[in-house]
T-cell receptor, first 112, second 113 residues
Framework: DVKVTQSSRYLVKRTGEKVFLECVQD?????MFWYRQDPGLGLRLIYF???????EKGDIPEGYSVSREKKERFSLILESASTNQTSMYLC???????????FGEGSWLTVV | AQSVTQLDSHVSVSEGTPVLLRCNYS??????LFWYVQHPNKGLQLLLK??????LVKGINGFEAEFKKSETSFHLTKPSAHMSDAAEYFC???????????FGQGTELSVKP
């Protein structure tokens, strides 16, 4: 089975802290995505990556950055966390060959 | 720009009556389209996907969706609602296929006894 692993499931951070959210997939998928999910707003795309060292902004990139140094790992970085970044963050991969989407389990971030 | 619009944020039906959840998209290509369901405090589960093989797509739990290119729609239907169908439903477009994944804002389905 394909695994998309988000190592940090529940985090509480202080305003201004730097936050790293990591996502690792084990199936060599090219496309990886970071979303945040908030009630009533659905899943909003933050950043995505088609390949190593490639990244593209999604719909709400402000306050975030990403890193993809290896194909299997896609990291989301909050340079200076703010309370409005309290949310559930979801890592997603897309298998182009099977046209199938795979989801991580989510990372719940609270910024106080 | 690619986009997905779920026309209703909330739909309420009675058990045993039909379900219609509406989704419109804009696309420059022939997209891949998906419907996902999310039950409370659970992850997203695939209901069905359209990949240009057939315009009427059958999914799990009695759901189906019809791709209508002329209307740029991919509405989800079920003939008879069950209480267990109460959940949030997301329409997703991959545009171009294999490219950016865009999620709709979700439709919350309530089912009354």
């Amino acid at each position: 089975d394909v695994k998309v692993t988000q190592s940090s499931r529940y985090l509480v951070k202080r305003t201004g802290e730097k936050v790293f959210l990591e996502c690792v997939q084990d199936m060599d998928h090219e496309n990886m995505f970071w979303y945040r999910q908030d009630p009533g707003l659905g899943l909003r795309l933050i950043y995505f990556s088609y390949d190593v060292k490639m990244k593209e902004k999604g719909d709400i990139p402000e306050g975030y950055s990403v890193s993809r140094e290896k194909k299997e790992r896609f990291s989301l970085i909050l340079e200076s966390a703010s309370t409005n970044q309290t949310s559930m963050y979801l890592c997603v991969t897309h298998s182009l060959g099977r046209n199938t989407i795979y989801f991580g389990e989510g990372s719940w971030l609270t910024v106080v | 720009a690619q986009s997905v619009t779920q026309l209703d944020s909330h739909v309420s039906v009675s058990e045993g009556t039909p379900v219609l959840l509406r989704c419109n998209y804009s696309s420059s290509y022939s997209p891949s389209l998906f419907w996902y369901v999310q039950h409370p405090n659970k992850g997203l589960q695939l209901l069905l996907k359209y990949t240009s093989a057939a315009t009427l797509v059958k999914g799990i739990n009695g759901f189906e969706a019809e791709f209508k290119k002329s209307e740029t729609s991919f509405h989800l239907t079920k003939p008879s609602a069950h209480m267990s169908d109460a959940a949030e439903y997301f329409c997703v477009v991959s545009d171009p296929p294999g490219g950016k994944l865009i999620f709709g804002q979700g439709t919350e389905l309530s089912v009354k006894p």
